[in-house]
């Protein structure tokens, strides 16, 4: 089985950071990917992209350790519009001759005071 477990999260005031972590457990072949999305109220959940031009260009920063089995996410200059629950995926394939598939933390919630 494999879990995955986020930490970092809280409330923050507007253009503070927050740096949250995630790791993977359990008994599995290969993690091919970790990352983040992250869904606010009433939005669809949404993949957190930091190298194209959007909203979080320049503030957010993903970074993996996959040997580690873990995922960063660095947020600066936080903004109201961040607030949002935070989740972790990895694409993990369990056993040799299985496919990869997409596994979910519980989500850690983010949430920016102006």
């Known amino acids: 089985q494999v879990q995955l477990v986020e930490s970092g999260g809280g409330l923050v005031q507007a253009e503070g950071s927050l740096r949250l972590s995630c790791v993977a457990s359990g008994s599995f072949f290969d993690l091919n990917d970790m990352g983040w999305y992250r869904e606010a109220p009433g939005k669809q959940r949404e993949l957190v992209v930091t190298n194209y031009a959007g909203s979080t260009k320049g503030r957010f920063t993903v970074s993996r350790e996959l040997a580690k089995k873990t995922v960063y996410l660095q947020m600066d200059n936080l903004k109201p519009e961040d607030s949002a629950v935070y989740y972790c995926?990895?694409?993990?394939?369990?056993?040799?001759?299985?496919?990869?598939?997409?596994?979910w933390g519980r989500g850690t919630r983010v949430t920016v005071s102006s």
């Open positions: 995926y990895a694409d993990v394939k369990v056993s040799r001759s299985g496919s990869y598939s997409t596994y």
